[in-house]
């Protein structure tokens, strides 16, 4: 069992950084895998990033490559999600996820249903 919190939410303005935390805390593994979505009203929640905790291994979605880094602490405890060049369409609601133990692979790693631990969720808005 594991429970994970997200942070660093907030109101910035298109062009802005961000950098989300996931605070993991229970009968957390150092290994498996953890991953990064969101969901803007009125849309499905789509995969932004994950990760392998035990590996180098990193999954980007195509929209956010190249402007969105996942990373992990020492010890693998905090799982951080940065964003740079924001754009209004990053607006939405930014929930980590994670499976424990288990190395996810794509397809597998971008869909919610892999993973069983959630976060509340923290909310990222982007003006123009």
């Known amino acids: 069992q594991v429970q994970l919190v997200e942070s660093g939410g907030g109101l910035v303005q298109a062009g802005d950084s961000l950098r989300l935390s996931c605070a993991a805390s229970?009968?957390?593994?150092?290994?498996?895998?953890v991953g990064w979505f969101r969901q803007a009203p009125g849309k499905e929640r789509e995969f932004v990033a994950a990760l392998r905790r035990s590996g180098t291994s990193t999954y980007y979605a195509e929209q956010v490559k190249g402007r969105f880094t996942i990373s992990t602490d020492n010890a693998k405890t905090t799982v951080y999600l940065q964003m740079n060049g924001l754009k209004p369409e990053d607006t939405a609601v930014y929930y980590c996820?994670?499976?424990?133990?288990?190395?996810?692979?794509?397809?597998?790693?971008?869909?919610?249903?892999?993973?069983?631990?959630w976060g509340q969720g923290t909310r990222v808005t982007v003006s123009s």
């Open positions: 229970g009968r957390t593994f150092s290994s498996g895998t």
């Open positions: 996820a994670a499976l424990l133990g288990v190395d996810l692979a794509y397809p597998t790693v971008s869909r919610a249903s892999a993973y069983p631990y």
